[in-house]
Structure formats: C-alpha cells, structure tokens
DNA sequence: TCATCTGTCTAGCGATGCTAGAATGTGGAA
DNA sequence: TTCCACATTCTAGCATCGCTAGACAGATGA
C-alpha cells in the first residue's frame, strides 16, 4: 500500500529521532543530573510531545539503560585505546586511568552504566558486545600478571576495585586527597606477580 | 506551665516513635526493596497519618539516613567482633567474610549506608562515630600488612575492592559463580607484605 | 466546666511516569 | 484535484509520589 522509499525514509527518521531523545537524555543527566530528566522535560527538548518517547522506548528505564549502551561502546573503545603501550606495568597503569577518566568525565552516564541501569544482560551468553570488548580490553592489561591465577577471575577483582574507588570517592566516602595514592597502591598490587 | 512528668512521657513516646519509624522503614526496605517504603506506606504501617512522619524527620531523605547510621553501627559492632583472632591472615579473612556476609544479609540496609543517602558526613570531623569506628576495625585487620605503606591508603584500597565487589555482584555484573575464587584472590593481594 | 494549647488528621498541591482517545496530517486512489 | 484511509502526534487525564496548610480533636491546667 505504501511505497517503499516512503517507508524507509519515515524509518530512517524515527532512528534519527531515536537518537536524539538518547543524546538528549544523555546531555541533560550529564550537565543537570538524571534528577532532572523527566520524560516531560526530555519531550521538551527534543520537541515532542511526551508519548512520542514511549513509541520508541518501553519506559524511562528503557531509555536509561540505551544511555548505558552507549556509554559501554566508548568504554570500550577508549579501554582498546589504552591498551597499545609495550611495558607491562605502564600499560596496566595506563588503563586503570583511562577507565578511571572515563568515570570522572561522564559521571551521569557511568552512573547509568553501573548503578542505575538494571535490565542489561551481563554475564550471559546475550551480553551486548561493547560489554563483553571492554571487559575483554580489561583482560588484556591484567592478564600478564596472573602468574599462576585465572585471569578472568583476576580482571574482576581490579574491576571492582576500581569501580569501588570511583563509586565511594564520588559519594564523598572517600577524602579526594589520597586519590593518587590509592591508584599508586592498587596499581602496586596488581602487578605484582606471584 | 506543664508538668515535668507529663512532658517527660511525651518525649518518650516520641523517642519511641521515631525508633518505630526508622525499624518500620527499614523491615520494609529489606522485605519488599527502598521502591516499597513511601511515606504513605510507611505512614500505613506505623499507623499514624503521613505528616507525622515530617514531625520527626525532614523528609524521606532523612529516615533513609536513620536507617543509614543504624546500619553503620551494626556493622561496627560486627566487625569489631571479627577482629579477635591472632594469626593474620585469618584475621583478615574473617573480617572480609563478616563485612560481605553483612552487606549480603542487610541489601537494603547497604544500599541505604552506601548508594543512597548522600547527606552523612564521611571523612570529616563531624562524622558520626560507628563510621569512624567500623573503618578502624577494617584498619585493625589490613595494617599489619602494610608494610612500608600507608595503612590508612591501603584500608581504603581494601575497602573500596570489596564495596567493588559486593555492589557489581548485587547487578549481576559479576557471576555468581566465582564469588568464593574472588574473595581469595582479593585476600592473597591483600596479605602480601612487600 | 471551660479555655488553651499541643498533637494529629483530612485534604490538597505540584510533579512524576505512563496512556487512552481525539486531532492532525500525509500518501495513494478515484 | 478531491477524497478517503491510515499512520502519527498531541491533548488531556490517571494514579502515585513527596510534602504541607489548615481544620479538627483531645488532653491539660485553671
């Protein structure tokens, strides 16, 4: 009934329009908290009227976690981008802080990613690929000083680790003094092989 | 103008009913999650009307926060009883077991001392006194293998690998299997005198 | 017994996420 | 060009949230 040209250019459209509500959502919990981004005052900016948000998304949550997805895309890419140095320490050293950046400059959204965000499949054999890549660039920094100890197992404790430094420190559970000496420590920790 | 007795009794009976509040609030956070406890629940369950809720604290924030420091003073005393044995290790290892048994056993109670309520004052003068207390239990047990490092900084360290790993694991970031093989490995990093 | 004052409740405000049904406008057929 | 059909968008509203003003009730001391 309808043409096809029709069809794709209203399709093309909505994927414009979906990433715009995504970028939106986005820019407004980076610059005034996710607080402040209602699904009235998102239709706001994008210029719509609020229902239009629910013919893209299931709910609020939905958007959230597609803020999340995102987030995991550039970890994982600014993760792979930290990972070409050739010492061992450096590199392990190089990464930490490229995750520890990430957090600091994209508060809201590590925060979608980490806290908030709770229908992502993580473990699982569904997990969205930029997850699996990034915990995967992780690997790649911590791996070599496993010794005899399963990476794996490994990359998830500095995971957390670091997860737990940047989670606390923004909550104000940890003096923003001592900040580089707990980086200086966990770093020593970690590359010490055994 | 009033009896000194009378007035007595009411201060009383208003202590009791702020302690009414705070324990209602909380068994609801732990039976049916923080989403659960509104004040027109929580008003339910006390059987009183919702404003007299706001005659005994601020806001919601605020009951959260009672909440809050109830569960810093239980985890105070619980680590403070996990910090008797004699060999080193054990100790530590006793003392990890008992921090993540009790964020494990009291989720809504950890999420409210930790994720939650931002308004407790942590690493300043006038932080209460179980937060001051529960950190030098953990301190107790981590600075015998501190070596020539901050013992302070290390605890720190410590604290935030294993906030890392209960909050990741509660998310379903972590996979449940490797609970057992993480704490071990956290506990061998942490142990290793240098 | 009465007046006063404290404590409590009813009712309501603005804002939230979400949705049903009306209104709009676009595209193809006559 | 006119008209109908259908997808899309919006207006208006629901239930619920945290919170509060003002009416109501009950206890207290004179």
């Known amino acids: 009934m309808w043409k096809v040209s029709t069809q794709q250019r209203r399709e093309r459209e909505r994927a414009q329009r979906h990433d715009l509500i995504v970028k939106t959502a986005r820019k407004l919990a980076e610059s005034e908290g996710w607080d402040a981004v209602t699904t009235r005052r998102l239709a706001d900016e994008i210029e719509y ?5 629910y013919s893209h998304f299931a709910g609020k949550d939905a958007i ?4 999340a997805l995102e987030g995991f895309t550039e970890l994982a890419v600014r993760l792979r981008a930290a990972t070409r140095t ?3 320490r450096a590199a392990l050293e190089e990464l930490a802080r490229a995750y520890m950046a990430f957090a600091e400059e994209n508060p809201a959204l590590y925060d979608a990613m980490f806290t908030m965000a709770v229908d992502l499949p993580f473990g699982q054999d569904d997990t969205p690929e930029p997850l699996r890549d990034g915990f995967q660039a ?3 920094g911590v791996a070599q000083f496993a010794g005899g100890r399963d990476p794996g197992i490994l990359t998830e404790v500095a995971w957390s680790a670091l997860h737990g430094l940047i989670v606390l420190s923004r909550g104000g559970r940890l003096p923003a003094s001592g900040r ?8 020593d920790q970690l590359s010490a092989t055994r």
Chains 1, 2 share one sequence.
Do not use: T
């Open 138 to 140: 992780l690997l790649s």
């Open 180 to 187: 580089e000496a707990r980086l200086a420590l966990l770093l």
């Open 86 to 88: 050739g010492e061992p």
């Open 64 to 67: 959230v976690a597609a803020v």
């Open 49 to 53: 009227s609020q229902p239009v948000l």
